[in-house]
């Protein structure tokens, strides 16, 4: 059954290998390049026109990975891969508008923000609304009602609580990850490292599964999570397909990922965490992401109490441009912290399990 994870995450990899110049491509020729606005970095000019939306390339490369990987190893799909796969697509789909609009429409700021907030409420309500549906024997929905750090802890807190914190949740990360979208190959190489996790934890819930409980060495250490390998499958083909963008992502960029990309990946990463019963931990595994929002909070929250910035400017990434770091010493080091937090993330994780064992 581990095939299905190493299929999707070669044929994910694959194809946006070879996929993505041929969007470049496309999109050059048809003139939809980036929009640079003027009070950012002097740098950043000279990526005015880089052909941006390659968000479509992975978005494209994981649905054909998954789906394939299920076609050759003769497994169904399940409502919890699908379920991901589907929000991931819807957030592609309103980061696509924002984008087709920035660039065709000549509008900057692309969609106004009542219609982009709405798409997102409407593609999180409906993944949170049907996430709580499709029971399987052991009465698992893809999702629960109680709120998660490495399993589910204390109440249920509802159906209605559930979808208002399954919405913050889509909404933080979705955004979150536009926020570090900011620097060649930032945003992706960060979420490459988080899809991995994923797909490790993926694993070792299936193997520690309660369904298996009678084969297990300690039957009270285990996992009640409705189709954990299947999240592993899909975490793979993302991871492969990031990697695989990630080629023509990195500095310098032939393609930037857009709103496009970003809000899919956002919507894939709380995605994973609320079918996973990782809801809290994804703050650690996505500690970069969560780091970066925050200076955008505390820069804003600050001006607006004292009228003083505390960064030169946010997202965090360009306070340290402005202060003279280059732009590839920015981005690893940012991976570096990037992979601290998921080695923490998955440390605690561990320690959950083993802690119950």
């Known amino acids: 059954m581990m095939n299905q994870i190493l299929f999707s995450g070669v044929i994910g990899l694959f194809l946006t290998l070879v996929g993505t110049p041929l ?49 050759i190893t003769g497994k169904p799909p399940t409502f919890s891969g699908v379920l991901v796969i589907g929000l991931m697509a819807g957030m592609g789909l309103v980061g696509f508008l924002d984008d087709y609009i920035k660039i065709v429409k000549r509008r900057s700021l692309g969609l106004r923000a009542k219609a982009k907030m709405a798409g997102q409420l409407l593609g999180g309500i409906a993944f949170a609304v049907l996430s709580l549906q499709f029971a399987d024997n052991r009465n698992n929905t893809p999702a629960s009602t109680k709120i998660s750090f490495v399993q589910d802890f204390g109440w249920s807190i509802g159906p209605v609580l559930f979808v208002v914190w399954a919405l913050f949740m889509i909404l933080a990360m979705s955004n979150g990850v536009n926020l570090t979208d900011g620097l060649d190959g930032l945003a992706t190489g960060a979420s490459v490292l988080v899809f991995g996790a994923y797909t490790f934890i993926g694993v070792w ?22 189709d954990p390998l299947d ?79 505390v960064f030169r400017m946010a997202p965090l990434q360009h306070h340290f441009e402005l202060k003279g770091w280059s732009e590839v010493l920015i981005v690893v080091r940012f991976w570096i912290i990037q992979g601290i937090c998921v080695i923490v993330g998955l440390g605690l994780f561990y320690a959950g399990w083993a802690a119950d064992k």
Request: one cysteine or more.
């Open 23 to 71: 969007l470049i491509k496309l999109l050059a020729r048809k003139g939809y390049g980036q929009y640079i606005r003027d009070d950012g970095p002097r740098e950043h000019h000279a990526k005015r026109g880089t052909p941006t939306m390659g968000g479509i390339a992975f978005i494209l490369a994981t649905i054909v990975a998954y789906f394939l990987s299920k076609l």
């Open 205 to 226: 819930q299936f193997q520690e599964s309660c369904a298996n409980a009678q084969t297990l060495a300690n039957p009270g250490a285990c996992y009640e999570v409705r």
């Open 231 to 309: 999240l592993a499958v899909v975490s793979s083909a993302l991871m492969g397909a990031c990697l695989g963008f990630l080629w023509w992502n990195t500095s310098p960029a032939k393609i930037f990922m857009g709103d496009t990309g970003s809000l899919a990946l956002g919507g894939a990463l709380a995605g994973l965490a609320i079918c996973s019963r990782t809801e809290l931990l994804l703050a650690i595994l996505g500690g970069l992401f969560v780091l970066i929002t925050m200076s955008v909070v505390i820069q804003v929250g600050s001006f607006r109490l004292t009228g003083k910035r």
